[in-house]
């Protein structure tokens, strides 16, 4: 429908009403003419009001310009408020946005719902893990429904930056090193939060951040220097962002690095030429925090620099710097920026806000009611968690079957993490007001046990020995104590046990934002322990918490059974001892490459070739690509997971060496369940274009399928590969296959694969 002279009346009258919401849901079925009508009648100061995104108080992580929020509604300032927790605060700044401003335009409201609102979900690495894109849409679903049962509307989720160095603390927000996974993981995660339509207020708009190549930080060190090449950002780091804009993710957040010398907030070339011009992105840009401001410490120039700069990229709106509110009126009448400018970014705002449903009924995600909050941690979503979190465990090894334990084991659970409730969820989980009820190891062990008195606990050491480290990681949430009494409970405890596990790891500030480590090893109180417990030649089962690989030389090589537990979120305790009495196995496989030593980092996978590859056999190689020190092998690779099983793997058939043009053949691999229980294997393939004008990775997963067996069973695992499957940008950044040789890999993880070759005509 036409937005007619009728519609435009109808506008007006609400106007005048000040009620503008109410009446226009007879008038949103043309929606850019109602859109258009309605930025006609706003002022310069209410535009830039809609481009402003100040500061949530509920949690604030770095520079920001303060306002007195509610006044700024009032007056039209405020697009949108994030990071509020809470339906009734939310409630009340949307009744004074939509009852109490001039235009009555109703807000966004942002939150970092990053894997969980009040039921937390383990962290995104973790999720990751699973292989599982199933279970990541429903967990962004879950955690959609919470969030708007809280009052949000629009989550900064999901994270896709690819990330190739452990150090990087931000690793665990994403979803590890492979474009091809993390793909398909970005679109899951924009299936679940936005549901089919936005304005089911049971939905809300993902935005996918931060772009771009955020995770190639140089030396893993936060906030720093990105420099890369355009083809290499085509090739390796793109990917994921992409495919979050094919499913029709409806915001994105600029990086705060630099792109090409120029700020990614303040990069045409980037959100204008590859984003909007490129992919078709229509949806807003919203800055990450005060980047528009940290222009000026990089050298671009202050707040009005950085503003022109933004908004003349393709910038919508500014979180916490207030410089388009307080600097684009000057720009403006400079000529600096246009009018035109400033209302196309308003248009994106307003679009999304009409997409959400916003304008037929702003309180439609404000419901205070029981029912509503019934939603929040309900014993449904926190069965879900459990169910999931159990699939993102990782088991690095398990020798002699270890696990699973007996549930009449006499156990000796030692460790800082073994009963931290307020540690389970790991980092961006600041929206959860529950961590007192989430579970431990202890909880869940006891609960799990044939009689809970089997459980005997003892911390047995801090974190770090320095007290200073500690709280700094810590923020005193997990209590100090003397260092040799507590060890001594440890070896008291483990004395009379049959088996010990050891909890330990990284406490959960060691991982996120702002997180970034020079040392990979187990911090050195808890080293202590854990040599101690191996001392007592007793089993001992290390279940690791962590946000990022780690280098665990001494643990692979002394502790019978590893498993790697990430932050498994408010259930983790529950779904641990799922885990470990075996009532579940373990099935997650590794998305990010562990080291051997910190001194590999960057190590990932996917690389591409040296002109020197080192053999690897054990020997320093002189002249070759290595170390002297170490090898170059890392000490468990991509795609490496043990479950409670085995599989073993046919030879793998081709149903052709040569792959027509424009045809496509198929590879076929029959797996078996070699043990005595049920299991689930990830078969992986993976290709390497052999000889190409351009090189090309040593090995780059393609497909993969989750396979899950009984003792004895097998399946064919067919794979269809294309010509979609051999190509890669070029130096023009056109996306290109070329013919000729490639090599197929397929197997369990990257490096245990049977190697096949094909010819592309
Ligand atoms: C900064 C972080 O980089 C980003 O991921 C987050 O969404 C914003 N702050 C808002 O909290």
Redesign the pocket.
């Given at each position: 429908m036409i937005f007619n002279s009728v519609n435009k009346v109808v506008l007006s009258v609400s106007l005048l009403s000040g009620l503008l919401w109410q009446a226009s849901a007879a008038t949103i079925s043309d929606r850019s003419a109602f859109v258009d009508s309605l930025i006609g009648c706003m002022t310069l100061e209410e535009k830039l009001g809609q481009l402003n995104l100040p500061a949530g108080h509920d949690?604030v992580?770095?520079n920001v310009q303060n306002g007195d929020t509610k006044e700024m509604i009032r007056r039209g300032q405020v697009g949108g408020v994030?990071?509020i927790k809470g339906v009734g605060k939310v409630k009340e700044l949307q009744r004074i946005a939509v009852e109490e401003s001039r235009l009555g335009i109703p807000l966004l409201v942002g939150a970092?719902v990053i894997h969980g609102y009040e039921t937390i979900f383990p962290i995104p690495l973790a999720l990751s893990c699973s292989w599982d894109t199933t279970l990541v849409e429903n967990v962004a679903r879950i955690s959609a429904i919470e969030a708007a049962a809280g009052g949000v509307n629009w989550t900064?989720s999901p994270?896709v930056d690819i990330a190739h160095d452990a150090r990087w603390g931000r690793i665990a927000e994403g979803n590890g090193e492979d474009p091809y996974l993390g793909s398909l993981m970005a679109k899951a995660y924009v299936r679940g939060y936005q549901g089919g339509a936005l304005d089911n207020p049971e939905n809300i708009m993902a935005c996918v951040?931060?772009f771009a190549c955020y995770g190639a930080t140089e030396s893993g060190r936060d906030y720093n220097v990105v420099d890369m090449s355009r083809w290499n950002m085509f090739n390796a780091y793109f990917a994921p962002y992409k495919a979050a804009v094919d499913a029709g993710v409806g915001s994105l957040?600029p990086s705060?690095n630099i792109i090409d010398g120029v700020p990614a907030t303040g990069n045409r070339w980037l959100l204008t030429d590859v984003l909007r011009n490129r992919w078709g992105f229509k949806g807003l840009i919203v800055t990450?925090?005060y980047s528009i401001g940290e222009m000026n410490a990089l050298g671009i120039g202050p707040r009005r620099t950085g503003a022109v700069l933004a908004l003349r990229a393709g910038v919508d709106m500014d979180?916490v710097s207030h410089a388009y509110l307080e600097r684009l009126k000057g720009a403006l009448e400079d000529g600096e920026v246009t009018m035109d400018m400033i209302d196309n970014a308003v248009r994106r705002i307003l679009n999304a806000k009409v997409s959400l449903g916003l304008f037929e009924d702003p309180y439609s995600r404000c419901d205070v009611s029981d029912a509503s909050s019934g939603k929040l941690f309900s014993a449904e979503h926190r069965k879900v968690a459990r169910d999931v979190a159990a699939k993102t465990f990782v088991l690095m090894k398990n020798d002699n079957s270890l696990l699973p334990l007996k549930k009449n084991a006499k156990i000796a659970l030692v460790g800082p993490m073994a009963h931290a409730r307020n540690q389970m969820a790991g980092t961006w989980s600041f929206t959860s007001s529950t961590k007192d009820r989430h579970r431990s190891v202890l909880d869940g062990l006891r609960d799990a046990a044939t009689d809970s008195n089997l459980i005997v606990y003892a911390q047995g050491c801090n974190i770090y020995f320095d007290e200073k480290k500690q709280n700094a990681v810590c923020k005193g949430l997990i209590p100090r104590g003397d260092d040799k009494a507590m060890l001594a409970d440890a070896l008291a405890a483990a004395a009379d046990a049959d088996v010990i596990v050891a909890c330990l790891g990284e406490s959960a500030d060691m991982s996120g934002?702002s997180a970034c480590r020079t040392d990979l090893n187990m911090p050195d109180a808890q080293k202590q322990l854990l040599e101690a417990m191996v001392a007592t030649g007793k089993p001992v089962v290390l279940l690791l918490f962590g946000g990022r690989p780690v280098s665990l030389c001494w643990e692979k090589e002394y502790v019978p059974a590893i498993l790697n537990v990430w932050y498994g979120g408010s259930e983790a305790g529950d779904a641990i001892a799922d885990v470990l009495y075996g009532d579940k196995a373990p099935q997650g496989r590794l998305t990010t490459t562990f080291p051997r030593t910190v001194g590999q980092m960057p190590l990932y996978y996917n690389h591409l070739p040296t002109s020197r590859p080192d053999p690897e056999d054990d020997v320093f190689n002189l002249y070759q690509s290595n170390w002297i020190d170490e090898r170059t092998s890392p000490l468990y690779p991509f795609g490496y997971g043990l479950t409670y099983t085995t599989f073993s793997y046919d030879p793998v058939k081709l149903s052709s060496d040569k792959m027509p043009k424009g045809g496509a053949i198929e590879a076929t691999v029959k797996v078996t369940n070699t043990g005595k229980r049920g299991g689930t294997e990830v078969v992986q393939l993976y290709l390497r274009d052999r000889y190409a004008s351009f090189c090309r990775p040593v090995q780059e997963l393609k497909h993969f399928s989750r396979v899950t067996l009984k003792p004895g069973e097998s399946r064919d695992v067919t794979f269809l590969l294309t010509e979609e499957d051999l190509k890669f940008y070029n130096a023009d950044l056109e996306y290109v296959y070329e013919p000729g040789e490639f090599q197929l890999m397929i197997g369990p993880d990257c490096q245990r694969v049977e190697t096949l070759t094909f010819t592309a005509e």
């Open positions: 949690i992580t770095g994030f990071n970092d900064f994270m951040k931060h957040m705060f990450d925090y979180m934002e």
